[in-house]
């Protein structure tokens, strides 16, 4: 592990579930962030947080609901989903957001079904 | 026209080749240049963090930076199958108190013994 864990890693969930992506930082990082990837495009970022404090909120569909109770724990809540948000949900940090050095998890991939 | 170019692939080089990846970009804006790897099943990991024109290199690695032309190279020499990954350009510019990273499509490269 890189010092990001996120959980679960594989996730399969119907359109009416609700269920939550885990992130877990213990680098004394500020900032955390998730991003979305899909195959042929590029990460996409959904949210950002620093010092616990929304900052970012990048035009996502409210059915992505993001929480941070501390600076080491990121939640992604996810209820009414599309298939079209299947795809692979990566969490990061990094020492503020002033650096571009971030630290990615290995990510959960999720399926829509 | 999308703020960060890259090709994506594939790119298939027998063991030992020198491998050229290169990424352009729009924004003036851009200050700070990164290069990622992501192997399959993985998080991105940071490689490379470049901020100003020229080269910088870290073992069999070169990350070259030309602002004017707005173009950035990742050279990998003697090339290893523990090479093969999806390499990923990231920028990261700020303006107004805001700081965003922005990441190209990856490149997938496969090292063939």
């Known amino acids: 592990e890189t010092g990001v864990t996120q959980t679960p890693r594989h996730l399969v969930m119907g359109m009416t579930n609700k269920k939550s992506l885990k992130c877990e930082q213990h680098?004394?990082?500020?900032?955390m962030y998730w991003y979305k990837q899909s195959a042929k495009k590029p990460l996409e970022l959904m949210f950002v947080?620093?010092?616990?404090?929304?900052?970012e909120n990048n035009s996502v569909p409210s059915r992505f609901s993001p929480e941070c109770p501390n600076s080491s724990h990121l939640f992604l809540h996810l209820h009414t989903l599309q298939p079209e948000d299947s795809a692979l949900y990566l969490c990061?940090?990094?020492?503020?957001?002033?650096?571009?050095?971030?630290?990615f998890g290995s990510g959960t991939r999720l399926t829509v079904v | 026209q999308k703020e960060v170019e890259q090709d994506p692939g594939p790119l298939s080089v027998p063991e030992g080749a020198i491998v050229s990846l290169n990424c352009t970009y729009s924004?003036?804006?851009?200050?700070?240049f990164m290069w990622y790897r992501q192997y399959s099943r993985k998080g991105p990991e940071l490689l490379m963090y470049?901020?100003?024109?020229g080269n910088k290199e870290d073992g069999r690695f070169t990350a070259q930076v030309d602002k004017s032309s707005k173009y950035i190279s990742l050279f990998i020499r003697d090339s290893q199958p523990s090479d093969s990954a999806t390499y990923l350009c990231a920028i990261l510019h700020s303006g107004a108190g805001s700081y965003q990273l922005t990441f190209g499509k990856g490149t997938k490269l496969s090292v063939i013994p």
């Open positions: 947080y620093s010092l616990e404090e929304r900052v």
């Open positions: 990061a940090s990094s020492q503020d957001r002033t650096s571009g050095g971030y630290t």
């Open positions: 924004n003036s804006a851009f200050q700070y």
């Open positions: 680098l004394g990082h500020n900032a």
């Open positions: 470049t901020y100003s024109s």
